[in-house]
């Protein structure tokens, strides 16, 4: 069973999104509420991304707990 089909009819978003969204270095230095520095995962092979946060591409490899129904770009993708 899929996660994205159970989850079809949930109005809260975040029963139907991943909650690590990629995020872009920019933004995750903005809206983040950590003082901890971004670390990016995957140092070669990164996929183009949209950021979560601004919708722009990025290869940045940042991925960040966030509340998805505060973001105006969010993904289905979940990462391990």
């Keep these: ?16 999104f991943a ?3 990629p995020t872009c270095d920019v933004c995750y230095s903005i809206v983040s509420i950590s003082d901890r520095a971004a670390v ?3 140092v070669s092979g990164r996929e183009i991304e949209k950021c ?3 919708g722009k591409k990025t290869k940045a490899g940042i991925y960040a ?6 973001v105006k770009h969010p993904t289905n993708k979940f990462f391990h």
């Excluded at 707990?65 to 505060?70: G, I, L, P």
């Design 40 to 42: 990016p995962v995957l």
């Design 19 to 21: 909650p690590t969204q």
């Design 65 to 70: 707990a966030v509340d998805v129904n505060k």
């Design 1 to 16: 069973m899929d996660y994205i089909s159970i989850a079809d009819n949930a109005s809260d978003l975040s029963a139907k």
């Design 52 to 54: 979560c946060w601004c």
